[in-house]
Nanobody, 123 residues
């Protein structure tokens, strides 16, 4: 199973980025997909999750109203649209495939992880 995340980069505060994560080697449409992030010197934290069919989403309070998670099961791809970015959003962002179909923010319920993509937000 491989998860390839891309789309990170350098953006000014208030700007937008869209991350993508392509999954291969497993039945993508069966499992929930999540995004996590790890800022320098901090532990990895949950950002957003979408259920297997895209009908249910859940967000961390810190990104609610600014980030949108979506998925295209025909393309085995999950997205994270990030708007109104803040310097505190600077982190390496990881996509992950859950062991369940429903939404979960718990890291132990994710069994496959991407390599991460760096997002840097300048003030």
């Amino acid at each position: 199973v491989q998860l390839q995340a891309f789309g990170g980069g350098l953006v000014q505060a208030g700007g937008s980025l869209r991350l993508s994560c392509v999954v291969s080697g497993r039945s993508f449409s069966v499992y929930a997909m999540g995004w996590f992030r790890q800022a320098p010197g901090k532990e990895r934290e949950f950002v957003a999750v979408i259920n297997w069919i895209g009908s249910s989403t859940y967000y961390a309070n810190s990104v609610k109203g600014r980030f949108t998670i979506s998925r295209d099961n025909a393309k085995n791809t999950v997205y994270l649209q990030m708007n109104s970015l803040k310097p505190e959003d600077t982190a390496v962002y990881y996509c992950a495939s859950a062991i369940t179909a429903g939404t979960t923010g718990e890291e132990y319920e994710y069994d496959y992880w991407g390599q991460g993509t760096l997002v840097t937000v300048s003030s």
